[in-house]
């Protein structure tokens, strides 16, 4: 059996980005796939992207590299692009959409956020109505299984029997109707939604990596076991905070008080120029 250990959301924050690729080292995982979003909120989208070519097998776009790394972004002065520099931006860019994979008998998809979009949201605990996000809420979770033209999928391809995403930063895992919806959460900006008290002890337990691990007979089409473990990792927060904190970007107590309780926020990009 082979174990493959699936990221998302990492945000610039290289210190949990490395304290996940050594808990993964550790237990001795070989291939990882990545499900997006590398840039903007903390300060080293660059260094992220480069330890995420040298060690992942998979990398996705996710929304926030899109809106980063498009060509007409080039000359709106965004943090990120700026940091990152034109050839990364251009590689992050044309990274693929969607990932399919076959672990056990099952059919895996993996993509950002939805087949529809990069920006469409899925919460199966908490709803985004009345907020600026209410138009892109899907509501079906069978949604999130459709072939749809936006990943390169017709009627005529196979549906996934799982789907595995990234984006709220929350992690869950869910049956429905026969198939299985698991989301990673965040490496780089964990969130639990319902966190306010920036000072509540037991928010401990929730700034934590997040990642999963799937485990099965990779690239097999018989039907045998397998097994999903959703994996917290505590890594030096502070040192993060002090990156921030030493920095010119924009809005610095909102992405602190981010780190620092997991609380959830609506991000702006123009906070990135």
Do not use: Q
């Amino acid at each position: 059996m082979e174990k493959i250990a699936i990221i998302s959301d990492i945000h610039g924050n290289i210190t949990a980005l490395d304290a996940v690729l050594d808990d993964i080292k550790n237990r001795g995982i070989k291939k990882i796939f990545c499900l997006g979003d590398y840039v903007v909120k903390c300060l080293h989208p660059d260094l992220v992207i480069d330890r995420l070519r040298e060690v992942c097998d998979v990398m996705l776009i996710g929304n926030c590299d899109y809106t980063i790394c498009k060509p007409e972004a080039k000359n709106k002065n965004f943090l990120s692009r700026n940091i990152i520099g034109e050839e990364r931006a251009n590689y992050i860019f044309n990274l693929p959409i969607s990932y399919d994979f076959y672990m056990s008998g099952h059919l895996i998809r993996l993509f950002h956020a939805s087949p529809f979009s990069l920006d469409y949201i899925y919460n199966p605990m908490f709803s985004n109505k009345g907020t600026r996000y209410e138009g892109t809420e899907i509501k079906n979770p069978e949604e999130l299984f459709k072939n749809t033209e936006f990943i390169g999928k017709t009627e005529n391809d196979p549906e996934p029997d799982i789907v595995g995403y990234g984006h709220i930063h929350t992690p869950f895992i869910v049956r429905y109707k026969n198939k299985t919806l698991f989301n990673t959460g965040s490496v780089g900006a964990s969130v639990e939604m319902l966190n306010s008290d920036i000072d509540d002890p037991s928010n401990k337990f929730s700034t934590l990596a997040s990642y999963m691990i799937v485990e099965g007979y990779y690239d097999s089409k018989e039907l045998n076991s397998i097994s999903f473990n959703l994996v917290r990792v505590p890594y030096n927060i502070e040192k993060e905070i002090e990156t921030i904190k030493a920095s010119n970007i924009a809005n610095k107590e909102m992405h602190i008080r981010s780190l620092k309780g997991a609380l959830p926020t609506i991000y702006n990009f123009g906070s990135e120029k």
